[in-house]
């Protein structure tokens, strides 16, 4: 009885030794988000009307050379015309704290449009409409991307980076 639980303790000591390591990237990732997210006390609160949309950007070893557009849009259902949402995308700094975040503040009613004649038969279909991209901005994975929008609004973004041509030889 006592060498079998030996044998036992002993084989349980040695399967934990192969037990696989803790995935220390979900740990960091983790940690990231944490401390991204304990900058928001920096950012003011939506007001009425308004969501405040977070996005946390991935750390990147090259961050420097990444941009990020911030895309804003809205699904409706229109005529044949193609529709921009207005530009009114604004640059804005955190009193106090010197961070960026970016506020649309614009009416949807007020969409820019073509105006073509739409054949009487073709019936409204759904279009996705974004306002037009005003510029591009630094990417930053030590601050939280914040945006303030509408609430009828879709807000996303994109990061553009440079395209790697290899080198050709003549």
Known sequence: MKRTL???VLAALLLSGCAAQPNNS??????HIAKVQSEMKAYPKASE?????????????????RLVEIVISKTLKLDCNNYMLPSALER??????????YRYDANIE?????????????????QTVRAPRSEL?????KLPLVVYAPD???VS????????????QN
């Open 92 to 101: 804005k700094i955190a009193q106090g704290w010197g961070y960026p975040y």
């Open 49 to 65: 009307g308004m969501t405040r949309h977070v996005f946390i950007l991935e750390p990147l070893a090259n961050e420097e050379e």
């Open 26 to 31: 979900d740990d960091m990732n983790t940690t």
């Open 137 to 141: 901005y630094r990417y930053n994975s």
């Open 157 to 168: 973004y994109r990061v553009w980076q440079p395209e790697v041509k290899a080198a050709t």
């Open 6 to 8: 030996t044998t036992a």
């Open 110 to 126: 007020y969409m820019v449009g073509t105006l073509m004649a739409c054949p009487e038969e073709q019936e409204n279909s759904e």
């Open 152 to 154: 009828n609004l879709d």
